[in-house]
């Protein structure tokens, strides 16, 4: 039996991932397709509920982005959040201005209980908004069930249609019952059974994975990353014996986590090659300070042993067709796949060489999420480290060391990033999202016993956030970062030590939350 699904309509929402994962949440499978999709292809998908997300512009502009008037008339059950009412309104014959007092943040909403979205509600609730329009002239058929001071249709409903509208982002956490309401739409308007679960999936996958490569052999590069272990895990399961897993050891991951990916490989059914290029990569490197060209020398390295090795496999199995990627939703989404639009070119849609006579991508977690990939990385019994890997980039250390790199200046990143990272693990309060050491291009002048030291500065990152868009700075404790920097400071020896360590409170934006 196939999942029932939700299309998410994208309308250049920067929430459109959160809504579709919101979805899924609540056991209901869910895919993000453009704005305009044509009625035969929805149609074709037989969604039980469409959500229309937010977007940037004003739907009275020429140009625009619209969908199908004839949309609203399917009979399917509608929410459109933020651009996505207005547009809701707008196409059904109502009126959308530009409000006298936009709305930013969170806000007070009185919401009309009696209304399916609603249900099981107060009617006093908080609603995120960030509005510059806003729905002035109701549209024949709806009735407004939420207002704010200023925004008196906050929300819509047409109950003849099962039209929905929320001027608020239901899909944030700064919308309190946010989720609350998504699952009233699901399962109070459209009728879901909840038979997404994530068991299911694993199932299925291993299906495919077994249908498209039959007894041939696999080839994947294994970064050490939740994405790629999670597949390489995944591809053992479903063909064992028939994975080649190729670990490039660049000398630029963080301490003793090389061996800790090996040893994750150690007993599952697949082929694990680790090739250890540390001096390779470093002379390539040798008096590189420019973090761009530290990227596209990394990146062109890694394709070169990748292809060595590639050329091997082929001499001992002969062709060997299929590549596998850990490829998941959000990558195919920010390459532009789905006309959506191509926010980077991701490295696992597009950043091996076309002729590397490989004829067949197999990426069995492409239609996946970040955290649906941990939770099938738990349920294949990954090491729990992997599972909560934090966001590492793909040129590793490299974008850490300000400067140039060298080995010993690799390993006193390596020594002090390993001590922030285990006083973190021990802290008690909320845990940052992602948090690391920079070794930077400045030294200073420190004292060491009786004598002066002109030695290293490492700078501390931690960040909070949900969506890796924008994030803050983790307001840790002065006795928390005190005792990171002594230990820093007392036990990193090597090459000249650390004199000082600083800590940066800066969010995102201005600054991004990596260094380089």
């Given at each position: 039996?196939?999942?029932?699904?939700?299309?998410?309509?994208?309308?250049?929402?920067?929430?459109?991932?959160?809504?579709?994962?919101?979805?899924?949440?609540?056991?209901?499978?869910?895919?993000?397709?453009?704005?305009?999709?044509?009625?035969?292809?929805?149609?074709?998908?037989?969604?039980?509920?469409?959500?229309?997300?937010?977007?940037?512009?004003?739907?009275?502009?020429?140009?625009?982005?619209?969908?199908n008037p004839a949309l609203f008339d399917l009979g399917i059950p509608i929410l459109g959040i933020c651009y996505g009412i207005q547009l809701m309104a707008f196409s059904t014959g109502g009126t959308v201005s530009p409000c006298s007092v936009s709305e930013?943040?969170?806000?007070?909403?009185?919401?009309?209980?009696?209304?399916?979205?609603?249900?099981?509600?107060?009617?006093?609730?908080?609603?995120?908004?960030?509005?510059?329009?806003?729905?002035?002239?109701?549209?024949?058929?709806?009735?407004?069930?939420?207002?704010?001071?200023?925004?008196?249709?906050?929300?819509?409903?047409?109950?003849?249609?099962?039209?929905?509208?929320?001027?608020?982002?239901?899909?944030?956490?700064?919308?309190?019952?946010?989720?609350?309401?998504?699952?009233?739409?699901l399962y109070q308007v459209c009728g879901a059974r909840g038979d997404y679960d994530m068991r299911d999936v694993e199932q299925r996958l291993l299906a495919q994975i077994r249908a498209q490569v039959g007894k041939e052999h696999v080839i994947l590069g294994?970064?050490?990353?939740?994405?790629?272990?999670?597949?390489?895990?995944?591809?053992?399961?479903?063909?064992?014996?028939?994975?080649?897993?190729?670990?490039?050891?660049?000398?630029?991951?963080?301490?003793?986590?090389?061996?800790?990916?090996?040893?994750?490989?150690?007993?599952?059914?697949?082929?694990?090659?680790?090739?250890?290029?540390?001096?390779?990569?470093?002379?390539?490197?040798?008096?590189?300070?420019?973090?761009?060209?530290?990227?596209?020398?990394?990146?062109?390295?890694?394709?070169?042993?990748?292809?060595?090795?590639?050329?091997?496999?082929?001499?001992?199995?002969?062709?060997?067709?299929?590549?596998?990627?850990?490829?998941?939703?959000?990558?195919?989404?920010?390459?532009?796949?789905?006309?959506?639009?191509?926010?980077?070119?991701?490295?696992?849609?597009?950043?091996?060489?076309?002729?590397?006579?490989?004829?067949?991508?197999?990426?069995?977690?492409?239609?996946?999420?970040?955290?649906?990939?941990?939770?099938?990385?738990?349920?294949?019994?990954?090491?729990?480290?992997?599972?909560?890997?934090?966001?590492?980039?793909?040129?590793?250390?490299?974008?850490?060391?300000?400067?140039?790199?060298?080995?010993?200046?690799?390993?006193?990143?390596?020594?002090?990033?390993?001590?922030?990272?285990?006083?973190?693990?021990?802290?008690?309060?909320?845990?940052?999202?992602?948090?690391?050491?920079?070794?930077?291009?400045?030294?200073?002048?420190?004292?060491?016993?009786?004598?002066?030291?002109?030695?290293?500065?490492?700078?501390?990152?931690?960040?909070?956030?949900?969506?890796?868009?924008?994030?803050?700075?983790?307001?840790?404790?002065?006795?928390?970062?005190?005792?990171?920097?002594?230990?820093?400071?007392?036990?990193?020896?090597?090459?000249?030590?650390?004199?000082?360590?600083?800590?940066?409170?800066?969010?995102?934006?201005?600054?991004?939350?990596?260094?380089?």
């Amino acid at each position: 039996m196939e999942n029932q699904l939700v299309l998410v309509l994208d309308f250049g929402g920067q929430y459109k991932e959160l809504i579709a994962r919101r979805v899924r949440e609540c056991k209901v499978l869910s895919q993000i397709k453009p704005g305009n999709l044509p009625l035969e292809e929805i149609r074709a998908l037989s969604p039980i509920g469409i959500i229309l997300t937010g977007g940037p512009d004003s739907v009275y502009r020429d140009g625009a982005p619209r969908c199908n008037p004839a949309l609203f008339d399917l009979g399917i059950p509608i929410l459109g959040i933020c651009y996505g009412i207005q547009l809701m309104a707008f196409s059904t014959g109502g009126t959308v201005s530009p409000c006298s007092v936009s709305e930013y943040g969170r806000t007070a909403v009185t919401v009309n209980t009696d209304s399916p979205i609603f249900s099981g509600l107060t009617a006093q609730q908080i609603g995120l908004m960030s509005h510059t329009d806003q729905i002035s002239v109701l549209p024949e058929g709806f009735v407004s069930i939420a207002q704010t001071e200023n925004c008196p249709n906050a929300a819509i409903w047409n109950p003849e249609k099962r039209l929905f509208g929320t001027q608020f982002h239901p899909e944030v956490e700064n919308t309190p019952n946010g989720t609350q309401m998504i699952r009233n739409f699901l399962y109070q308007v459209c009728g879901a059974r909840g038979d997404y679960d994530m068991r299911d999936v694993e199932q299925r996958l291993l299906a495919q994975i077994r249908a498209q490569v039959g007894k041939e052999h696999v080839i994947l590069g294994l970064s050490g990353g939740v994405d790629s272990s999670v597949c390489a895990a995944l591809l053992a399961k479903a063909i064992p014996g028939q994975l080649h897993a190729i670990f490039v050891d660049h000398g630029l991951m963080r301490k003793n986590e090389g061996d800790e990916v090996e040893a994750a490989f150690a007993n599952r059914d697949l082929d694990f090659i680790r090739v250890n290029a540390e001096d390779r990569f470093l002379t390539k490197l040798a008096g590189v300070t420019e973090p761009e060209r530290k990227r596209k020398i990394i990146g062109e390295e890694f394709i070169r042993v990748f292809e060595d090795q590639a050329k091997r496999l082929k001499e001992q199995y002969g062709r060997i067709r299929f590549l596998a990627q850990g490829t998941i939703y959000p990558d195919v989404i920010e390459s532009g796949a789905n006309n959506s639009a191509n926010i980077k070119s991701h490295h696992n849609v597009g950043g091996l060489p076309k002729n590397m006579e490989f004829t067949d991508l197999v990426e069995p977690l492409r239609g996946l999420f970040k955290d649906e990939v941990r939770a099938l990385g738990r349920q294949l019994k990954l090491p729990k480290a992997f599972i909560e890997r934090q966001p590492f980039p793909g040129p590793g250390l490299a974008v850490r060391v300000i400067g140039e790199l060298t080995r010993e200046r690799l390993d006193v990143l390596r020594e002090a990033d390993a001590i922030f990272r285990e006083e973190v693990r021990r802290y008690r309060g909320r845990k940052p999202d992602q948090y690391f050491a920079v070794l930077t291009d400045t030294k200073s002048v420190g004292v060491v016993g009786d004598f002066r030291a002109y030695s290293n500065v490492v700078a501390l990152r931690a960040i909070r956030t949900t969506d890796f868009m924008t994030g803050v700075y983790v307001p840790f404790s002065h006795a928390f970062l005190s005792r990171v920097a002594t230990r820093i400071v007392n036990e990193v020896k090597i090459g000249g030590g650390v004199s000082r360590v600083v800590y940066d409170i800066t969010g995102k934006p201005p600054a991004t939350i990596e260094w380089e």
